[in-house]
């Protein structure tokens, strides 16, 4: 029998604290990495400027720690906690929302969580989402995604038909992407998910967003719907910040699970330029 | 596209030689207001109330900004997406609004609103907020601090860098942007 591994969840909240912040102030490099390259082969001379302007704002917010965007968005969890571990010192999803609280509360980062219908402001922004997932294993894997509310906008569900299949796939997500044009922040990450079910979709959509900007997909029939898809984004013209261009999208990233024999569950996820999100194990 | 240098409190005179994609840099007195802000702004006309603030000339900025560090005006103050304004904007521009500061689409009924009653949508760029923000020199709450992040703020800004979105003529940056660029990526 596998030995029991305790863990602290003040470990788990110290660095929910840490990467809150970090996440807050820098920029990931594979985000900046691709915003550069991009820069190289974009022609417009305003999209250029634009680019510019984010890369300005990327030194400026590391340098002052003045944060990359007002949004600082809702702390979102992804938690793979491998089953072996037992976790001590206090209830889990506390020590979460303590790190969450206390990051936002020192490093000056906006609090955006509301009432939904007075929509008065907590002045916490609490509570973090959280999405547990039990893996085999002593470890526990945390990633933390600042997620703003202009991109988080711009997303969505379709409950496809099977006939639609892939190129019905194809062309909802372009066409959803681009019709979204300048409000999700561009250059922006697409995030899909395909299968599974309802609430599965969305969820895959949004990790999709995490992965390293333009990795493709390890399931070639995916990579040559992320490439295709890609293609099409970046004809659109919408461009850095909507102002014209060859930049609109970075990547575009898919998950897939088997679904149901009548359902073609579709989730799209936006994440804007600023695609703060960090992980550590522990 | 032409540069220009504005001062708030803007006129007719200031539109009108507008074109979208024209470059502005404002500087004075600017407001902020967003969702919750709008909603109170919009019930206190139907209630026969005052606004916080006389919109008359004035330049409203779609803006929550990040808490200030102690010694700072501001924190971070990138705009926020501006169709959620879109039931808001209209009335206000038909009471004497000149501008609003935003990133994203806004509605034909904004468009509409900016031609009849001379005003200008001006885009900004999203996510580039510790820059956009240091255009900011003073900040002051207002009107409904208990919103936090959306109370009404006054701003004096300096030659805030912005592109005019919706001109008073009916055309739409972002339109002709994406047209111009449309159908030219290519992976060489």
């Known amino acids: ?282 | 596209m032409a540069e220009y240098k504005l001062t708030t409190p803007l006129t007719d005179d200031d539109i009108i030689k507008l074109k979208a994609g024209d470059v502005v840099y404002l500087s004075g007195v600017v407001y902020t207001a967003r969702d919750a802000a709008h909603m109170r702004m919009v019930k206190a006309l139907d209630e026969g109330k005052e606004l916080p603030f006389d919109v008359k000339g004035q330049v409203i900025y779609y803006v929550g900004p990040s808490p200030a560090r102690p010694g700072k005006p501001i924190g971070s103050a990138g705009p926020t997406t501006a169709y959620r304004m879109n039931p808001f904007a209209p009335r206000l521009i038909s009471l004497g609004q000149k501008g609003m500061i935003g990133k994203g689409k806004m509605s034909e009924e904004v468009k509409q609103a900016c031609m009849k009653y001379k005003a200008c949508y001006f885009a900004s760029i999203g996510g580039a907020a510790a820059v956009v923000g240091s255009a900011v020199k003073e900040a002051e709450i207002i009107a409904y601090p208990e919103l936090g992040p959306e109370a009404v703020r006054k701003l004096v800004v300096e030659d805030m860098p912005l592109f005019v979105c919706f001109d008073s003529y009916g055309n739409d940056l972002y339109e002709m942007a994406k047209k111009e660029w449309a159908g030219k990526f290519s992976l060489a």
């Not at chain 1, 550069?36 to 300005?56: G, M």
Request: glycine fraction near 8%.
């Open chain 1, 1 to 282: 029998m596998a030995e029991v591994r305790n863990v602290s969840v003040k470990d788990v909240e110290e660095a929910i604290y840490k990467m809150a912040l970090e996440a807050a102030y820098h920029l990931p490099e594979d985000v900046l990495d691709a915003e550069k390259k991009a820069y190289e082969k974009e022609r417009s001379p305003v999209a250029k400027k634009v680019l510019e302007t984010i890369f300005q704002n990327v030194e400026v917010s590391s340098k002052e720690e003045f944060p990359l965007c007002q949004d600082t968005g809702l702390a979102v969890i992804f938690l793979e906690v491998g089953q072996d571990v037992h976790f001590v010192d206090g209830y889990l999803v506390d020590a979460i929302n303590r790190g969450v609280e206390r990051a936002y509360k020192d490093g000056y980062l906006r609090k955006s969580s509301c009432n939904p219908l007075t929509r008065e402001n907590y002045g916490n922004n609490l509570p973090a989402i959280v999405h547990t997932f039990v893996v085999p294993g002593d470890k526990v894997k945390i990633i933390f995604d600042a997620k703003g509310g202009g991109s988080e906008s711009m997303s969505k569900v379709q409950m496809m038909k099977p006939a639609d299949g892939r190129d019905g796939i194809i062309q909802t997500v372009v066409d959803w992407v681009i019709q979204a044009g300048p409000n999700p922040c561009p250059p922006v990450i697409v995030g899909v998910g395909i299968g599974g079910d309802f609430e599965r979709a969305a969820v895959m959509a949004k990790h999709a967003t995490l992965r390293k900007v333009g990795e493709p997909s390890p399931d070639p029939v995916l990579a040559e719907m992320e490439q295709e898809i890609y293609e099409k984004v970046n004809n659109s013209g919408v461009g850095p910040a909507g102002l014209g261009g060859l930049t609109t999208c970075l990547g575009v990233h898919i998950e897939m699970e088997p679904c149901h024999i009548a359902t073609l569950p579709l989730g799209i996820n936006i994440a804007c330029h600023v695609n703060r999100h960090k992980e550590i194990v522990l």
